[in-house]
């Protein structure tokens, strides 16, 4: 079955320290892979995505990702976390042929000041 | 530019009401979709709409029904409300059904005694 895990339900960082949300898909061909974030009582929003090319991509709010095929995995990072950025994280796989995106199960990331 | 609205933004039923969720997008999308969101599962798709007049199940459409009424609007039905359809629900909009980000309305919390 084709799927996506985020496999922390929260990670907590220090304002300033690095932070990794992990992300990890089983699909069959290329996948196309999403990350959005979601505030308090909002929508989601888009924050970047891998189609083909460069295995780092970068996105809104200075977070980027990094694509490892062999490791079918698409963890989004950030070198210097802000308390704003406090918000639940969701990775999204559109699997090859398909028009339907697989959402993982979200993960909270808590920055503290 | 609106983006994706959403109405109503909350709304409370009993069992064996019915009830019909209005999406409206303003960003001349061919693509539009319906996704419920529930604690601990991620978002979840409903139905969708590759283009206007065209509508495919979801994941979970059991209990559902979609009127793709022209290109701006995509509404979804609840002909039967249950307790289990008590979630927060969201229209999403993109280009078209590709490698597209999808744009995501504010959501609608509906809760079903």
């Known amino acids: 079955a084709q799927s996506v895990a985020q496999p922390e339900d929260q990670v907590n960082v220090a304002e300033g320290n690095p932070l990794t949300v992990k992300c990890t898909y089983s699909v069959s061909g290329n996948p196309y892979l999403f990350w959005y974030v979601q505030y308090p009582n909002r929508g989601l929003q888009f924050l970047l995505k891998y189609i083909t090319g460069d295995n780092l991509v970068k996105g809104s709010y200075g977070f980027e990702a990094e694509f490892n095929k062999s490791q079918t995995s698409f963890h989004l990072k950030k070198p210097s976390a802000l308390v704003s950025d406090s918000a639940l994280y969701f990775c999204?796989?559109?699997?090859?042929?398909?028009?339907?995106?697989?959402f993982g199960t979200g993960t909270r990331l808590q920055v503290f000041p | 530019n609106a983006g994706v609205t959403q109405t109503p933004k909350f709304q409370v039923l009993k069992t064996g009401q019915s009830m019909t969720l209005q999406c409206a997008q303003d960003?001349?999308?061919?693509?539009m979709y319906w996704y419920r969101q529930d604690p601990g599962m991620g978002l979840r798709l409903i139905y969708y709409?590759?283009?206007?007049?065209?509508?495919d199940k979801g994941e979970v459409p059991n209990g559902y029904n979609v009127s793709r009424l022209n290109k701006r609007e995509f509404s979804l039905r609840l002909e039967s409300a249950a307790p289990s359809q008590t979630s927060v629900y969201f229209c999403?909009?993109?280009?078209?059904?590709?490698?597209?980000?999808?744009?995501f309305g504010p959501g609608t919390r509906l809760t079903v005694l």
């Open positions: 999403a909009s993109s280009v078209g059904p590709s490698y597209n980000e999808q744009f």
């Open positions: 960003m001349n999308h061919n693509s």
């Open positions: 709409s590759a283009s206007e007049g065209t509508t």
């Open positions: 999204a796989v559109r699997p090859y042929n398909t028009d339907k995106l697989i």
